[in-house]
């Protein structure tokens, strides 16, 4: 794998000591199976333009000191490793990864998905691809994977997901896509993704997906029990990341679904 000679030797360290390091951790219980709503919740228009969640983090690309979220507090790997097991099905030989949203976590999430199919099936990655609609969250994501030949960035709106990718994915990922948060139209946007990701999922594919609090959590389940998926697991992430300063109630990747077609 090629990397950018730009990178801090420090990072490569870092990227280095975090596939080695973590390789015998073992999973954590599954995360407790919760009640939903199947309506989705009456918000506000003034609810959560999301100062805090959204221009803190995902809206702006992170300086490269801070783009191993993950390794920082080794959630993300953990998460990643206790989804995919959640379902009893083999990933294909060279899985094909597709994370919508993906905006300057990238890195974080390559590394995650390629530790986990080197250990489980002593493999590489067939392709990890990472869309987003707004190009300036993809430059972080850029910056460091652009010489990756296993690595696609693309700028596009996953509604019109036939028009960047074709074939199956084994993974998809959505991380904290929070659709009552969108002022326009979330749910509705986030049902039409749904769908679009169904016709790319496989018999043994499985979606992931994150929220940082419940309110999210509750949306993403109904929007998905609606599309038709079969779930697999769901509730609160027993892997959940660091809690945000101030809001207690919301953290990185506090809740889990895992759903199949």
Not at 166 to 194: A, N, W
Not at 205 to 222: A, I, K
Request: hydrophobic share 35%.
């Amino acid at each position: 794998t090629k990397l950018t000679p730009s990178v801090d030797p420090a990072l490569l360290a870092r990227i280095a000591a975090f596939i080695a390091d973590h390789a015998s951790k073992k999973l954590g219980p599954a995360p407790t199976k919760q009640a939903y709503s199947h309506s989705i919740i009456p918000l506000p228009d003034d609810h959560l333009a999301n100062p805090v969640l959204w221009s803190n983090f995902q809206q702006e690309p992170r300086p490269h000191f801070q783009a191993l979220q993950a390794e920082l507090d080794d959630h993300l790997e953990r998460t990643i490793d206790h989804a995919l097991d959640s379902v009893p099905k083999p990933l294909s030989s060279a899985p094909r990864i597709l994370s919508i949203g993906v905006g300057p976590a990238a890195l974080d999430e390559y590394y995650a998905f390629l530790k986990y199919v080197s250990n489980r099936q002593n493999t590489l990655l067939g392709e990890y691809v990472g869309i987003d609609c707004n190009d300036q969250y993809l430059q972080t994501s850029r910056r460091f994977l652009s010489h990756n030949e296993d690595v696609r960035l693309i700028t596009g709106d996953a509604r019109n997901l036939d028009d960047f990718v074709d074939g199956t994915f084994d993974v998809v990922m959505l991380r904290h896509p929070e659709p009552e948060t969108h002022k326009d139209g979330g749910s509705e946007i986030y049902g039409q993704i749904f769908k679009k990701v169904k016709e790319r999922m496989g018999p043994n594919s499985r979606m992931v997906l994150t929220s940082f609090w419940e309110d999210g959590y509750n949306v993403l389940m109904s929007l998905l029990d609606q599309a038709g998926y079969a779930f697999h697991l769901y509730g609160e992430n027993p892997h959940k990341g660091k809690e945000f300063p101030g809001h207690p109630d919301v953290n990185f990747d506090k809740y889990l679904i895992v759903v199949t077609k």
